[in-house]
């Protein structure tokens, strides 16, 4: 086996922080794209609290047709897509979003088939919205600290 001296050794770990940081610094989410995200999310949690089978059909197209737009445009951007469930530490960020998202349909669903009102689905459709705002960016903050190693 070789011996790798103490030079060469702090000199290939500091390589590595240096890709790191470059890594992370790449990772940088363009404005629009937690704005897009949750409008998406936002008008999936209204169509499937209120909408008939044909919007919630049309709504479904355009949701998964959004996201994978938007995933071939963040990768094309930055060379890499990261699953938000699979992302280390930064997934915590990910988590709340779903179960927010999931509850706040689900109550709305509830209000509006067994009372028939309309505005609980707009109102987690707004939660959501601000809720991918929100977690998306702190989502970026943690996977970006993550990456430098600072996490």
Do not use: C
Not at 19 to 40: C, M, N
Not at 49 to 64: D, H, L, N, P, R
Not at 80 to 106: C, D, Q, S
Not at 121 to 127: I, N, S
């Amino acid at each position: 086996m070789e011996n790798i001296s103490s030079q060469d050794a702090a000199a290939a770990l500091a390589s590595i922080d240096q890709v790191r940081s470059e890594a992370a610094e790449r990772l940088t989410t363009p404005w629009w794209y937690h704005p897009i995200l949750g409008l998406l999310a936002a008008a999936f949690v209204v169509a499937y609290t209120i909408g008939g089978t044909g919007v919630m059909i049309a709504v479904a197209v355009v949701y998964f047709l959004g996201l994978g737009i938007l995933m071939g445009t963040y990768k094309k951007q930055t060379g890499v897509w990261i699953n938000g469930l699979k992302a280390g530490k930064a997934t915590w960020w990910t988590l709340p979003l779903v179960v927010l998202m999931v509850a706040g349909m689900g109550a709305a669903f509830y209000f509006h088939a067994e009372h028939g009102m309309h505005w609980p689905a707009w109102a987690a459709g707004a939660l959501v919205f601000i809720a991918v705002n929100v977690f998306g960016r702190r989502f970026d903050g943690a996977l970006r600290s993550q990456l430098r190693g600072k996490s």
